[in-house]
């Protein structure tokens, strides 16, 4: 179907209210968090939920917190009654890790598929404003034989030059992509939209989440001294899903033992949490916002004095739920303005994508 027919299938009674509402929630969305300080937090952790709801419509089911476990050098405990469920769920994580890539920072091959989309995306008829022509802009590029992945990346980046975004915040109506959506334009578009919206509204409540946890973290850690770390480690904490004593050390280029050190006395003050529980490669977050990861374990080294063979079978103690409960303090209207270096927080992404792009390469079968 062409573009033109396409456009005509549409009546304005079925895509008026979609098309208000995606449009007031991106406008929201962009608005607060243009110069919010934990933006660049938030978009990280907004592209992991992305990455797991795009796999989840393409048949790739991954825990939400599976990815961010990879990137810091956990390898996922794989499920399974035999070989082909536990290879069905590193596939899952593998998957994930090159949503994640085309998502964030495509390759030389990707790119081209990426420019591909865009001239389509590009190729529609303004008129019809960004959100719809982007639309239908992606039923044209999946008709002509093109995948969703770089479409996806394709429509951000057309959406930020068209001003639309100023960040590329993920809203690319993965929902709409669900098995039983009617493909037709006249109902698939409004999903599409009403989709688009639900993400910017989920974005926007991960933002009030994060800004609470961080908010009150800094209240607690109050009295540190003038040349402390602490203050810009609790900024790293907010922005990386978890942090490990070694990704501390290197991000504010500190020894790993006066890494350790702080995050330890974090969790004796009650401000940020330990969700691995052990003597090694252990992983913490702001207290109230970090996840239970009893999913994953370090990789495995040898034990000096075992020798060949199967070990023993051994009891394994459960971990501990952790709750996520926010903190019970009220959230201002307008945040006021924070002394706030952005620094510490970029070198943390800087940081998470080279992780990432160690990951995928770890996870890619030669």
Known sequence: MS????????RLTDIAAPLTRASLAIARLDQRLAQHPLRWAVLHRARLDAVRAMAAVDGQIIDPWHLAAIIEGLRPRLRGEDAFERGSSFDAGRYALDLHHWLVDPDFDQE????????????????SGPLLAGALGMQAWIDGGGTRAPVRTALLRVWRDQSLLRMPWPVIGAAAFRPGVTWEPAEWVPCFLDAVADEADCIGQLATRLEQGWNAARRQGLGQRRNSRAPAALDVLATR?????????ATLDLSI???????????????????THRSARRLFGLAGLAPLLAEVEPPRRPVAGRGRGRPPKAVVEALPVIEEELPAFPVPARMAPLDFDETEL?????????????????????
Request: proline share 3%; aromatic share 4%.
């Open 3 to 10: 573009f033109l027919s396409a456009r005509r299938a549409l």
């Open 112 to 127: 081209g598929e990426v420019q591909a989309a865009e001239a389509v995306l590009r190729a529609q008829d303004p008129a």
């Open 241 to 249: 899903t978890l942090v490990s004593a070694t990704t501390l050390a």
């Open 257 to 275: 033992k006066s890494a350790l050190q702080i995050l330890d006395r974090f969790v004796k003050q009650g401000i940020a949490v330990e969700v």
């Open 346 to 366: 970029q070198a943390a992404m800087e940081a998470a994508d080279r992780a990432i792009s160690k990951a995928r390469t770890l996870f890619t079968p030669a």
